[in-house]
């Protein structure tokens, strides 16, 4: 049983843009904070950036706060990525992650994996130079 779908990666040239949306059902997507990872081969998952449940709190990688903005809606439980100015390091397979439901993951690090209770499997972004 799907929980989490992930969509909107593809091919964009470096300096290019591209909005990820993950659809969740209601169960998992209410009264949680909601975060996005990403993985290359090889490497860990690596932590993109994370909104409260109500959407007012949002926290983000040093390396991606300038260039990516996270937001959710709430009506239609989806949690979106907004990447701007995307340069081959941003080439991933994007993972969106619900963490516990409480207002900011009830205390868990949300910049850790593990932290995550349900995922979804993937958006691949691939940036051409």
């Known amino acids: 049983q799907v929980q989490l779908v992930e969509s909107g990666g593809g091919l964009v040239q470096a300096g290019g843009s591209l909005r990820l949306a993950c659809a969740a059902s209601e169960r998992i997507f209410r009264n949680r904070g909601m975060g996005w990872f990403r993985q290359t081969p090889g490497k860990e998952r690596e932590f993109v950036a994370a909104?409260?449940?109500?959407?007012?709190?949002?926290s983000y990688a040093d390396s991606m706060k300038d260039r990516f903005s996270i937001s959710r809606d709430n009506d239609k439980n989806i949690v979106y990525l907004q990447m701007n100015r995307v340069n081959a390091e941003d080439t991933a397979l994007y993972y969106c992650a619900a963490g516990p439901q409480g207002p900011w993951f009830s205390g868990r690090d949300f910049r850790q994996s593990s932290s995550y209770d349900y995922w979804g499997q993937g958006t691949q972004v691939t940036v051409s130079s």
């Open positions: 909104i409260s449940a109500g959407g007012s709190g949002k």
